[in-house]
């Protein structure tokens, strides 16, 4: 089993920038692709970024490319997501996920492991 913490949400306005971080423990070796999805309210959990913990590959969903960065720190086991010029859309709640061997890696069904979420919230 694998466990995931989030931490790094909050409230911001328009155009700042937060940081989430996500730290897994238990058995790590079992895993090798960690992402973050999101959802708002009413709407379908998506995929926003996700790292191929192994390789370093990284993947980002057309509406954050250019604006989060998602990284990894030396052990693998913690990977963080930057929110630059975040944007009221982008709020929602913010799960950390991991995996092994993901086919498709921004697809939420492809992921075993869950975080608890952490709530974003962009204020115009």
């Known amino acids: 089993q694998v466990q995931l913490v989030e931490s790094g949400g909050g409230s911001v306005l328009t155009g700042e920038s937060l940081r989430l971080s996500c730290t897994a423990s238990g058995d790590t070796h079992t895993i090798n692709f960690m992402g973050w999805f999101r959802q708002a309210p009413g709407k379908e959990r998506e995929g926003v970024a996700a790292?191929?913990?192994?390789?370093?590959?990284?993947y980002y969903d057309d509406s954050v490319k250019g604006r989060f960065t998602i990284s990894q720190d030396g052990t693998e086991s913690t990977v963080y997501l930057q929110m630059n010029s975040l944007q009221p859309e982008d709020t929602a709640t913010y799960y950390c996920?991991?995996?092994?061997?993901?086919?498709?890696?921004?697809?939420?069904?492809?992921?075993?492991?869950w975080g608890q979420g952490a709530q974003v919230t962009v204020s115009s």
């Open positions: 996920a991991a995996a092994r061997k993901v086919v498709a890696a921004l697809d939420s069904t492809e992921y075993r492991y």
């Open positions: 790292v191929y913990t192994e390789g370093g590959a990284t």
